[in-house]
């Protein structure tokens, strides 16, 4: 079982910065592929970004690129998504999420942490 807890988010004006934690309990922390999604209102959550269980292959969805870094310490149990230069269309309900390696579903889910980016 693995219990999921972020934070870091807030209010940002467009252009600006916010790093979104996400501390997991339990031994097997680094055995889990960790992401992130976002829904924003009246929209399907969308995949984010991911990284893998040592932290060397990550992915992004095409509107981040360049401007999100997803990280994470493995000795903190801990994944970091660095959100630089953010867009209005960035605010949204950021949820961490894990999943085995190999194994499509994402199993477990944080409560979300708010972003909202002012204009």
């Known amino acids: ?18 790093r979104l934690s996400c501390a ?3 031994r097997t922390f680094s055995s889990y592929v960790m992401g992130w999604f976002r829904q924003a209102p009246g929209k399907e959550r969308e ?4 990284i893998n269980w040592s932290g060397g292959k990550t992915y992004y ?14 000795a903190k149990n801990t994944v970091y998504l660095q959100m630089n230069s953010l867009k ?6 950021y949820y961490c999420a894990a999943r085995l390696e190999g194994v499509g579903r ?3 889910w944080g409560q979300g942490t708010q972003v909202t980016v002012s204009s």
């Open 61 to 74: 969805v095409d509107s981040v690129k360049g401007r999100f870094t997803l990280s994470r310490d493995n």
């Open 88 to 93: 209005t269309e960035d605010a949204a309900d």
């Open 24 to 26: 997991a309990s339990g």
């Open 1 to 18: 079982q693995v219990q999921l807890v972020e934070s870091g988010g807030g209010l940002v004006q467009a252009g600006g910065s916010l």
């Open 106 to 108: 994402w199993s477990y």
């Open 47 to 50: 995949f984010v970004a991911s």
